[in-house]
């Protein structure tokens, strides 16, 4: 009805280049993963330490990570932080920021699982005469891991999706690849169609892995 004729003849063509920004995303995301939890981990244990100004600085990196937009977040530090940093690197600036964007998300996750653990476990510990390294190894770390895996691997996909928004910095990722590509051969409907499936291929996969760590670790109940 709407007088639009399907046609993925362009594929063949660009194939190189398609299979260049589906790579780089790739890349982009797992890089943005190992950052974000390198920052995420650390302020979840911020946010509850006995240093007032350390739990305040982790809390206000949180609320303002959370409460912006992600596309206000790129622009300002890839055309003012970045710039005055001297990031020219476009990839390199775009893991940075969807790490720290990602790692105020990260942080939320684990420091609500931390919370989760009955307190009574810990006492219980302490009463059989477990050292603080041996609770924490015995009992903290495999609730923590049961309980933050699931949401941590959503996370994931998350990433992979929001680092279609570094498209605005022109990143060759996979969005700005099928824009370039839709620009020339003005197919737009065919390229966007394609760009929805290949996120699919990315994010489904994780999805499942999500959902099987969920029924593995009862995270669902």
Known sequence: MAGITLNFDFVGQYRDRIGSGFLLTV????????????IGVPVALGQSARVLPVRYLCDLYVKLVRGTPL????????????????????VVAGVVILSVFAGAYIAEIV???????????????????????Q????????QLVARTLPA?????????????????????????????????????????????GLYL????????V???????????H
């Open 71 to 90: 596309l206000v977040q790129i622009y300002l530090f890839y055309y003012i932080i970045g710039t005055a940093w001297g990031i020219d690197n476009k």
């Open 152 to 196: 941590l691997t959503g996370q994931f996909a998350t990433i992979v999706k929001d680092s279609s928004l570094l498209s605005v910095i022109a990143v060759i990722e996979l969005t700005q690849t099928i824009r370039e590509i839709t620009a020339t051969n003005y197919n737009f409907f065919g390229g966007f169609l394609l760009l929805g």
């Open 201 to 208: 291929c990315l994010t489904l996969p994780i999805m499942f």
């Open 27 to 38: 890349e982009l995301s797992a890089a943005s993963l190992v950052a974000s939890m390198a």
């Open 111 to 133: 420091r609500g699982s931390l919370l989760s653990i009955d307190e009574s476990q810990l006492e219980a510990a302490r009463a059989v005469g477990f050292t603080r390294a």
């Open 135 to 142: 609770t924490v190894r015995h009992v903290v770390l495999p």
């Open 210 to 220: 999500s959902k099987r760590f969920e029924k593995r670790f009862g995270y669902a």
